[in-house]
Every structure is written in C-alpha cells, then in structure tokens.
C-alpha cells in the first residue's frame, strides 16, 4: 500500500475511489455554481446573501472534511510484524495473525482487501471518501457526512423558495439564464440534494448509532461476540470526536488523543 508522505499522509490507488471522490468535488462545486448564478446573483438581496454565505461555509466544511478522510491513514496495522519479531506459532499465544498482509492484528482490526491492509476499529470501506473508515479518521467521515447532509437540505430549501418566487413573477426578472435553463439547473440541484441528502443522513445516523453502540459495521455484519470492555455511549464519542466536548468536535481535526504515536500497539517492533 503506497503512501506519499511528502504530500499527504495516505493516499489509496484504487480508481472506483478516486472516480467517486471525483465525483463528489463536481457535485459540490456544481451545487455552488446553480446557488450562486441562479438563486443569489439575480437577486442579491440580504436574505440571500446570507444563505449564500452559510452554504459555502458548510461546503468547505464538507470538502476539508471529505480531504482529511481520504488522506488520513485509518488505523492500519504495522506491516511484517509476524516475521521479524516471532519465530513460530508458539510465540504468538492469543495473538492473530493475518495471512494477506503479514501482521499481527490487535482487537477489533479487520483486513480490508482495497487497501490490503489491516484496520483498527474498521467500520468499511467507503469509495466516496477512497479509503477505509477506520479509528484514526472515523471523525472526519461524520463531519463528511454530517456536512453534506446540511448542504443538501440548505439546497433544497434554497432551490424550492426561488423556484416558487420565480413562479409567482413568470420567471420574468429572475436572472440572465432563460426560464427553461433555470429551472433545469435548479431541477438537477434538487435531485442531487434529494439523493446525497438522504444517502449522508442515513450514513451519518448509523455511524452514530455505531459509535453509541461501540460496534462497527464490520463486526455487527459479522457477528462477532463482543470480547472488548464496553465503554458509556458519551466515553464512546469522545473516543471518537475529542475527550473534550466543545467547538473541535464539528471542526476536521485530529483528537489530541489519536494523533500519530498516541496510539499504543502491543504488537509494535
């Protein structure tokens, strides 16, 4: 699994990602193309302006989230830890040891066959974000989620208020483009909202209701017996958003908590 640490952390070379993360930055610059040239320009009033403003902050939000999701290493386990420091099977005791990548897996770590490498806390792998949903950057996906969730709403109340006061004045004085064009534009605009909201609100509910639960998509898929100390639904997310609730829990950053090196792993040579 090549990574380039000169310009992110990590980077997954599978092209079904990165056409579906693509995929999602056109998406969001088309939804901000349709709000600012049809719903704000034709009409800069404050109201809208302010609408405006709100959308693009939640949209960069939603992208910079989206980029520390795809370049965050998700909690990959050390590469060839079996071969260099145990010398047979009666070595490794309780320990288990994966045969696709070499190494011996903690609790809770699953191998993932796009990345080729084992997890963390793996939750799955989600090609929108071209990469695993792991311990390390679960966080950075709800806010990808939450965020692309409030947009889609945020658009979808925009859109349908300019397409009802266009409808009101016969489309007359409601912009440059012609009625037809507009309400194209608009029509495409509630469609991806329509869809992507409700595919993030679903993903952003069930990641926390994951997290409340403390088990993964992987582990309820697989129904595995829980072996781990269960930890109170609050412990549970600041495990995973920051051990102090406040303002960083809604921003794209790292938990002091899971940055690189804070993570123990018994198994560390």
Request: net charge positive; aromatic share 12%.
């Amino acid at each position: 699994m090549p990574s380039y640490p000169r310009m992110v952390e990590w980077f997954v070379n599978d092209v079904a990602g990165i056409v579906c993360c693509s995929l999602t930055y056109i998406l969001v610059f088309y939804s901000q193309f349709v709000i600012i040239s049809v719903v704000l320009l034709p009409d800069p009033i404050v109201s809208s302006t302010i609408h405006v403003a709100v959308f693009n902050v939640l949209a960069v939000l939603a992208l910079w989230s989206h980029l520390r999701a795809m370049t965050t290493n998700p909690g990959t386990v050390p590469m060839e830890t079996f071969n260099v420091r145990y010398g047979g099977k009666e070595d490794l005791k309780s320990a288990v040891l994966c045969l696709k990548c070499n190494s011996i897996k903690p609790e809770r770590a699953h191998h993932c066959s796009v990345c080729k490498r084992c997890v963390r806390k793996m939750d799955h792998h989600c090609p929108w974000v071209n990469n695993c949903v792991g311990q390390q950057n679960q966080k950075f996906f709800i806010l990808f989620t939450f965020y692309i969730f409030s947009i889609s709403l945020h658009a979808i109340y925009m859109a349908v208020q300019k397409i009802i006061h266009c409808s009101d004045q016969e489309w007359s004085h409601c912009g440059s483009l012609s009625p037809p064009v507009s309400l194209m534009l608009l029509t495409i605009l509630l469609f991806i909202s329509l869809l992507f909201g409700l595919f993030t609100g679903i993903m952003f509910g069930t990641q926390i209701y994951a997290i409340v639960d403390d088990q993964t998509g992987i582990e309820k898929l697989k129904n595995e017996v829980v072996t781990w100390e269960r930890l109170t639904w609050s412990q549970n997310l600041q495990e995973v958003l920051g051990r102090r609730m406040g303002y960083r829990w809604l921003l794209p950053v790292m938990p002091a908590h899971l940055a690189p090196g804070k993570v123990p792993y018994k198994f560390q040579v």
